[in-house]
């Protein structure tokens, strides 16, 4: 199965900026459409941005549409969330995750989570 580590996750102040990376393991990153979520205390997770598996196709939540930019490097079996103008909304713990597809991302129905990134705005 995939194996996937989170990073890059760290303390912004308003507007700032944070590159996250997911790192995977496994034959089937190149084939996977990538995913990152997050949650906040008290919260249900969310999807974020997700990106298929060529790299071809991304899709953003409406909250992030225009700040953040998902992108992957198959040679390097990693996908990146690039956060830019980072609201104290945007504070969570970030985590990706892999499915068939695209659409098969939205289904929220995973069989587990890494230890995800803390990202936290400070207003």
């Known amino acids: 199965q995939v194996q996937l580590v989170e990073s890059g996750g760290g303390l912004v102040q308003t507007g700032g900026s944070l590159r996250l990376s997911c790192a995977a393991s496994?034959?089937?990153?190149?084939?996977?459409?990538m995913g990152w979520f997050r949650q906040a205390p008290g919260k249900e997770r969310e999807f974020v941005a997700g990106i298929s598996g060529s790299g071809g196709t991304t899709a953003y939540a409406n909250s992030v549409k225009g700040r953040f930019t998902i992108s992957r490097d198959n040679a390097k079996n990693t996908v990146y969330l690039r956060m830019n103008s980072l609201k104290p909304e945007d504070t969570a713990v970030y985590y990706c995750?892999?499915?068939?597809?695209?659409?098969?991302?939205?289904?929220?129905?995973?069989?587990?989570w890494g230890q995800g990134t803390q990202v936290t705005v400070s207003s």
């Open positions: 995750n892999a499915a068939s597809t695209l659409k098969d991302l939205g289904s929220g129905h995973f069989a587990s």
């Open positions: 496994g034959r089937a990153f190149s084939s996977s459409a």
